[in-house]
């Protein structure tokens, strides 16, 4: 067995370097850095919500900068078709025969940008590729690379020109995460570094592709206690019981929310799931699957937030 496969060491180490480079030129949100981090080891997608100019783009670009492999990003604008983003068939006059032209989500990184600013049918042409790695074009099926990790980035609800993502949709991702403004004395340290220009360009390849994907394998061997699974569980089904929540976390939630912890747990360099690591992950990986009662999937975020915070704090925490 080689050392990449058996070194825990070299994987913190490889993943101090991965967070170091990002944070190059993402300064001062350490913590959605993780969080991002954490994500691409569960393999599962990240969708980043705020309001514009925050850095949403910049931290899915110095990921992708980070990581070598194939980047490409999508404009999600109200006339891009499906096609625009699975690919088409061509067809070839001199033969009579149909070649298929891949699309921008055969790659490793895919920036999905203002998801929400394209129509239903369009955003939907991700959910086969986020939850099966394939695509379907003209009844043939195509396998997708891999890793495969999919970073949307979507404007608030309210804004002008949005369309809400659907549950089905909304299900597909690991995290949402609130980017917010950055402390003044972040920003203003951003203000002197863009002087020369955008500090991700620079970025360049720390991580190969094989490591990700050891890395990805090495999550799922994480020891997760029986009395924190009862835990996580304990959370889930409580969003399936409250009389606040219409629709509760699904089966595919929970499995996301497990698969989180052992990742969170890599990141913070550890063998094993801690209380902490169920606790802090609730609100990002559970309040985008819950819909409050009254409300539409995904339109009242600050509500379904709150729900979450309050069941967690109603259940008592294993010792």
Do not use: C
Request: aromatic share 6%.
């Amino acid at each position: 067995m080689s050392t990449m496969q058996s070194d825990p060491t070299a994987v913190h180490q490889g993943l101090a370097k991965l967070q170091a480079n990002i944070e190059q030129a993402v300064l001062g949100k350490p913590e959605v850095v993780r969080l991002v981090i954490a994500a691409l080891l569960a393999g599962e997608h990240i969708l980043l919500e705020d309001v514009p100019g925050v850095g949403k783009t910049l931290i899915a670009k110095a990921l992708a900068r980070s990581i070598d492999g194939k980047f490409t990003r999508v404009q999600f604008t109200p006339d891009l078709l499906p096609s625009d983003i699975t690919g088409s068939s061509i067809y070839h006059s001199s033969d009579g025969s149909f070649s298929f032209n891949p699309g921008p989500v055969f790659s490793n990184v895919v920036l999905a940008d203002e998801i929400n600013r394209a129509p239903p049918r369009t955003q939907s042409a991700l959910l086969e590729a986020m939850g099966e790695r394939q695509v379907s074009v003209d009844g043939e099926t195509h396998a997708l690379p891999d890793p495969l990790l999919v970073i949307a980035t979507q404007n608030p609800f309210e804004f002008e020109g949005t369309y809400l993502l659907p549950e089905s949709q909304l299900d597909r991702f690991l995290l949402r995460i609130t980017v917010g403004y950055p402390p003044r004395e972040v920003e203003h340290e951003l203000l002197q570094s863009h002087r020369m220009g955008e500090p991700v360009v620079g970025l360049a390849p720390v991580v190969s592709l094989e490591e990700v994907r050891h890395w990805q394998r090495h999550v799922r061997s994480i020891h997760f206690d029986e009395d924190l699974v009862s835990y996580l569980l304990d959370i889930v089904h409580a969003t399936r019981e409250s009389p606040d929540i219409q629709v509760g976390v699904s089966t595919r939630g929970a499995i996301s929310y497990y698969r989180a912890a052992q990742a969170l747990a890599v990141v913070d360099n550890r063998s094993h799931v801690i209380p902490d690591d169920v606790k802090r992950l609730a609100v990002p990986v559970l309040a985008h699957r819950i819909v409050p009662r009254g409300a539409l999937p995904g339109a009242d975020r600050s509500s379904s937030e709150s729900l979450v915070r309050d069941i967690v704090d109603s259940i008592r925490v294993p010792v």
